[in-house]
Nanobody
Framework: QVQLVESGGGLVQAGDSLRLSCAAS????????VGWFRQAPGKEREFVAA????????YYTESVKCRFTISRDNAKNTVYLQMNSLKPEDTAVYYC????????????????????WGQGTQVTVSS
């Protein structure tokens, strides 16, 4: 049973923008915290951005602050990652993730709190 499906990845040039989408079929999505992670070849999966269940708190890894924006549309059961001013070092497979209902903000930058994961979408940024 597919729970999270990412889309919007692709091949772009440095400086371009992309918007990733993640469609959720989780019944409790509107009360789940959501996050984006990425994994480059030969590297561990790393945190990119997170948004708590009510949208009141956002978190970003330092390297994407002021360039990436995480948002959600609970009416569409979708979370987005707007990525601007892309750099070659942003190249990776991007995964969206969601917690169970009413999860706190504790450790949302880690993988452990997330129950649901998508299959990933490739983002490649050429120089």
């Amino acid at each position: 049973q597919v729970q999270l499906v990412e889309s919007g990845g692709g091949l772009v040039q440095a400086g371009d923008s992309l918007r990733l989408s993640c469609a959720a079929s989780i019944r409790t999505f509107s009360s789940s915290a959501v996050g984006w992670f990425r994994q480059a070849p030969g590297k561990e999966r790393e945190f990119v951005a997170a948004l708590n269940w009510n949208g009141g708190s956002t978190y970003y890894t330092e390297s994407v602050k002021c360039r990436f924006t995480i948002s959600r549309d609970n009416a569409k059961n979708t979370v987005y990652l707007q990525m601007n001013s892309l750099k070659p070092e942003d190249t990776a497979v991007y995964y969206c993730a969601a917690t169970g209902p009413y999860y706190s903000t504790y450790q949302l930058t880690k993988t452990e709190p997330y129950t649901y994961w998508g299959q990933g979408t490739q983002v490649t940024v050429s120089s």
